[in-house]
């Protein structure tokens, strides 16, 4: 079975710090996508990345970078320089590719506040 | 840009009342689930459906809740009757076939939040 672990509830940080949200995944499936979503007050959910498991190569966008680890089923995520407009809960995410229609299997999601 | 739109946006019933959800997928997208997120929890997906048809509903508390796609394009969540357990967002997303395929990426609405007191 699937499953996504979030070990971190809640992270609290002072503007400009860096932050690393943490992301454990279980899967027997040897293809898979791993997610990252934001959602902030508004409810709606936000794509921030997906990664295909064959691609390991860790990803920077902006102040975003994500760091995906096969050998020990993570996928972290990095908030450089952290603002105040990145309090949001930010949810880890995974998804059998080979069905094509696998629905996301959700972590319980990271509360984010960036203190100004 | 192409949207999910999913309504109303807010609801509060009481206990033991009908409550009926609304969702419009991307156009195109032949793959469209219901997701239940329970406050400060993850989505948890209550069922999906490919065209009209419903794929998985094995989350889906049936003595309760129901859902359709009768034409193959939007669809209806309902409960009934509403239970205070049953307060939560409930997610509408969208995949096209093709692109779940390639990539597992879903398209998500603003949500239905829902109040049963």
């Known amino acids: 079975a699937q499953k996504v672990t979030q070990a971190q509830t809640e992270i609290s940080v002072v503007e400009k710090e860096d932050v690393t949200l943490d992301c454990v995944y279980e899967t027997r499936d040897t293809t898979y996508y791993l997610f990252w979503y934001k959602q902030p007050p508004s409810g709606e959910l936000v794509f921030l990345i997906r990664r295909n498991s064959f691609d390991e190569q860790n990803e920077i966008s902006g102040r975003y970078s994500w760091n995906f680890q096969k050998s020990t089923s993570s996928f972290n995520f990095t908030i450089t320089a952290s603002q105040v407009v990145d309090s949001a809960v930010y949810f880890c995410?995974?998804?059998?590719?080979?069905?094509?229609?696998?629905?996301?299997?959700f972590g319980k999601g990271t509360r984010l506040s960036v203190i100004a | 840009e192409a949207e999910v739109a999913q309504s109303p946006r807010y609801k509060i019933t009481e206990k033991s009342q009908a409550v009926a959800f609304w969702c419009d997928p991307i156009?195109?997208?032949?793959?469209l689930y219901w997701y239940r997120q329970i406050l400060g929890q993850g989505p948890e997906l209550l069922v999906q459906?490919?065209?009209?048809?419903?794929?998985?509903d094995s989350q889906l508390p049936k003595d309760r809740f129901s859902a359709e796609r009768l034409k193959g394009v939007d669809s209806t969540l309902k409960i009934q009757p509403a239970e205070l357990g049953d307060s939560a967002m409930y997610l509408c997303a969208s995949s096209s076939r093709g692109l779940a395929r390639l990539t597992g990426e879903l398209f998500f609405g603003e949500g239905s939040r829902l109040t049963v007191l």
């Open positions: 995410a995974l998804s059998d590719h080979l069905s094509g229609n696998t629905p996301l299997v």
């Open positions: 459906f490919q065209d009209e048809s419903v794929v998985d």
């Open positions: 156009s195109g997208h032949a793959t």
